[in-house]
């Protein structure tokens, strides 16, 4: 009989030791899956927080900014590629409350220099805006159109400010050399004893040496002194962090 129970024991010893094993294994791989889930939560970043775009400061296309130059320009001396800087000249709030204070700093570019020609043609520049700095140095890339400048007479679409023209002066310059001509003339033929005809072949003489001064001398060139007010259109919306204004979000 005890022979009979000694055999069956050790017939079932396998059995208990694979069940121990299945056992200790299934921990260890719950062990591990519980781990490698608490791995993969903690290695998430959390997202960095944006402000939602109804939270933004938004300065809308089309805004009008007056602007003043900081130092003079002209198609004399400035040339492509020159800097230009500028101040707004007046702030500009938007729901009561100023977005853009004066004094705000605008940078822009001389793009094409062309002087007045000879006879014809007027002086021209061309600007194109950069930026906007406020002054607690927050700073904005954006695109803007020229609107006006000082009353002179200005290409929107192409940013180009162009000079009077010296046709009143051309015959000004004419007329006075005829007149000079003139009376030499009369006093040459009064001294021939042909007064008369002196003073008309004098006036022709004057006139066409006149002409000659008009033909070899350029026409104005375009002058904006410092303090010369420009105004500026957007062309595209800027937006702000109300925190960048100083403005609780």
């Not at 089309?62 to 702030?91: C, H, I």
């Not at 705000?104 to 001389?110: K, L």
């Not at 023209?165 to 000004?172: Q, T, V």
Request: net charge positive.
């Amino acid at each position: 009989m005890r022979a009979h129970l000694s055999h069956v024991v050790l017939a079932l010893l396998p059995l208990g030791w694979l069940a121990a094993a299945d056992t200790i294994t299934g921990k260890s791989e719950t062990r591990r899956g519980a781990e490698s889930d608490v791995t993969q939560v903690g290695s998430a970043p959390a997202p960095p927080t944006q402000p939602s775009a109804a939270a933004q400061v938004v300065v809308k296309a089309g805004t009008k900014v007056p602007l003043s130059l900081v130092s003079s320009l002209n198609t004399r001396r400035s040339a492509q590629g020159d800097r230009v800087y500028l101040e707004t000249a007046f702030p500009i709030a938007l729901n009561g409350k100023i977005v853009i204070p004066k004094g705000s700093y605008v940078a822009g570019t001389v793009t094409e220099v062309r002087r007045a020609g000879k006879m014809k043609g007027k002086a021209e520049l061309y600007l194109r805006f950069d930026s906007l700095t406020l002054p607690n140095g927050v700073t904005r890339d954006f695109r803007s159109r020229l609107d006006s400048a000082g009353g002179n007479e200005v290409d929107r679409e192409e940013g180009k400010i162009v000079g009077d023209s010296d046709k009143g002066g051309d015959a000004r310059t004419v007329g006075e050399t005829a007149t000079v001509g003139a009376s030499v003339g009369s006093i040459a033929g009064s001294i021939a004893g042909h007064g008369g005809m002196g003073t008309g072949i004098g006036a022709i003489g004057g006139a066409v040496a006149g002409l000659a001064v008009v033909l070899v001398t350029r026409g104005p060139d375009l002058i904006l002194p410092k303090g010369t007010t420009l105004e500026m259109v957007l062309d595209r919306e800027l937006r702000y962090d109300p925190r960048e204004l100083g403005m609780q979000p």
